[in-house]
């Protein structure tokens, strides 16, 4: 797989006779090693292990239902109290971050109400905090470190 812009991770792979596979220490089972599985580990690892995320914190690709559409978030962080602290979007590396995926994600905000967004495909990564009563968003430099 391709390197991506995240620092260097130790991963668990597995391979068969058609497939490689990759360990999801949230999920707790090996997953079909795609190009965005290979962006989404990295965040996963990046939220554990460089921003000290807890694990019990972060849940990965849970269905929701936006206007009667079945969708699916990758990456979801929550606050110890229960409500979402940060939506991750996770892209391929060949998937441009365009204003097609800004959409997206602004879109499943509008039910998750998360304070933070963050939009990648390993190479160009945003960070947005959001302000939903004037209902606007401010780029960040830099992913929030876990606090309590």
Sequence with gaps: MQGLNFPSYHFRLKNTENSTYIFD??????????PEEWVRQHVIH??????????SLINIEKQLTINGLKKRYDVIVF?????????????????EISQKVFDQIAIYNVKLKADYLMVTNGLNHYYCQMNHEEEKYTFLKEFPDFSR
């Excluded at 220490?25 to 795609?34: A, N, S, T, Y």
């Excluded at 990046?46 to 694990?55: D, S």
């Excluded at 606050?79 to 998937?95: M, T, W």
């Design 79 to 95: 606050h110890a109290q229960g409500d979402i602290n940060i939506l991750i979007e996770c892209k391929a590396p060949e998937v």
């Design 46 to 55: 990046f939220l554990i292990e460089t921003k000290r995320y807890p694990r």
């Design 25 to 34: 220490v949230i999920r707790k089972k090996f997953v079909v090693l795609q």
